[in-house]
């Protein structure tokens, strides 16, 4: 069981409020995602439901149970941090056993525990080497590995693939999903990539600014943004927005087309435009434009696209597909 | 046997001390830590009449136990200072893991921080016996006979009569010979300590 909910809760640093009121619920075993700008308080949010920062309002409860003023060690929970955090003078069994030995487990227990936990990692091999000797990738896993063997009600990930490269990134995403499909555990995640959010989460809470902008599955939030700031984070490259009057026939202040829900064509469309960039990855390619009267354009085109730089084309969005939002930025249904 | 044992008392206070600067400042801190320092600019000479009557008073002069107290005080601000900065260095993550994985501030500072912290204390400690081995203005004032260490031994081979050269020669010797060799095989350990934190 690891159902949390936050409840008004507030936090600041002298006068400075980075959390204001947030209200939350995060069901048990669900994988929530918290995803946001750098400084928008993610990872504070994260920190606070561990117990690392105290609260200024509001509560913490975990279960139901109030934890507001529960030290860290006793509110269940595990925690993966951005760099690892290993004990650096402990070898990678000392690493995963130390939990344990804090809460005074029998050696054979203990033994057992970071054998089981090190085998679901791949970590078998490792068990004597101290950090230094691992690799980012095996650092990581001993990360986890650590945090499994408590079997914590809930999983808090503090930006855990940040320092891996694009390759390991993938592979450990696709553990870590693994991982909590196998566990059933809850799992907040705390990241700045919304490509992570959207392919790891059950549930994604969007932040800005210390405040929850909107809340929702991932598809829910790419298909329906409820203002400007989520339609502006959510999808890789990020939507267009347009104002002016193509916005304004439509009926709304801005409008919004994400770079996959717009045709081009070379004879005729609603906006002429010119390439200013084409960038081909072969499954796709990105189409910088220059759109008269709207100003520039993002689009990704399936497959490669004969396009080059200067030349002309027509740009046409696809309505069922189109965002319309009023002039405070909020959503029109 | 004086400079390390209240040099090991100094560090029990110390560690706690430092850990408290570096990991949990209040909003003086820093002022504390600077007047901490700020102890070691005054001459002794300038307290030394209060410290004498005060010793007098308490039945600490010429005691192994009042030689101690003021060696360990002599050298507290500088072993703070040393740790904090050393403390400074070690990445606050690693102690909040430990403190998620279920350690208490006890088993943190012993199981974590100290392991982490070995070479950073080994050099303060190595810093404060030579400072300690070496003092003279307060060993000579507040000890005789029964607590004189090295340096009173060392100075009561001059006499009215005047110096015995040869003797305060072999003894001023043997009283180097030790922080010597010890410095000559830590030396490494000095510069790093001394310096550790000064340039990111």
Known sequence: ?333 | MLSVGANVVGLLFAVPAAWAMAFAPGKRAKDLLLWMLSTKMMPGVGVLVPIYLLFRDMGLLDSLWGIGLVLMLLNLPILVWMLYTYFKEIPAEILEAARVDGASLYDEIVYVLTPMATPGIASTMLLAIILSWNEAFWTLNLATSNAAPLTAFIASYSAPEGFFWAKLSAASTLAIAPILVLGWISQKQLVRGLTFGAVK
């Open chain 1, 1 to 333: 069981m690891g159902a949390i909910q936050l409840k008004a809760v507030r936090k600041a640093f002298g006068a400075v409020s980075v959390i204001n009121d947030v209200d939350l619920a995060i069901d048990d075993s669900e994988f929530a995602v918290f995803v946001g700008p750098s400084g928008c308080g993610k990872s504070t949010l994260l920190r606070l439901i561990a117990g690392l920062e105290d609260l200024t309002a509001g509560k913490i409860l975990i279960d139901g149970k109030d934890v507001t003023n529960v030290s860290p060690a006793q509110r269940g929970l595990a925690m993966v941090f951005q760099s690892y955090a290993l004990y650096p003078h402990m070898s990678v069994r000392g690493n995963i056993a130390f939990a344990l030995k804090m809460a005074k487990e029998k050696p054979e227990v203990i033994e057992r525990k970071v054998n089981k936990a090190a085998a679901t990692l791949n970590l078998a091999d490792y068990l004597d080497r101290k950090p230094r000797q691992l690799s980012g990738g095996q650092r990581q896993r001993v990360a986890i590995g650590r945090a499994i063997v408590r079997e914590p009600k809930a999983f808090l990930f503090d930006e855990p693939l940040s320092n891996l490269d694009a390759a390991l990134r993938v592979q450990m995403r696709v553990e870590i999903g693994e991982l909590h499909h196998v566990l059933k555990t809850t799992m907040v995640y705390v990241t700045h990539d919304q490509v992570e959010a959207m392919t790891m989460a059950d549930k994604i809470v969007v932040l800005d600014k210390g405040s929850v902008m909107q809340v929702g599955a991932p598809l829910e939030l790419y298909n329906k943004p409820n203002g400007l700031f989520v339609a502006g984070f959510i999808g890789s490259p990020t939507m267009n927005l347009i104002r002016g009057e193509s916005a304004a026939k439509r009926g709304a202040a801005t409008i919004g087309v994400r770079p996959e829900h717009a045709d081009v064509s070379t004879t005729e469309g609603e906006w002429r435009a010119k390439v200013r960039l084409a960038e081909h990855l072969g499954s796709d390619t990105f189409v910088h434009l220059d759109a008269d009267g709207i100003g520039p354009l993002v689009l990704r085109l399936q497959g490669e696209k004969p396009l080059a730089v200067g030349q002309e084309v027509f740009v046409t969005p696809r309505e069922a597909r189109l965002h319309r939002f009023d002039k405070d930025g909020k959503r029109i249904d």
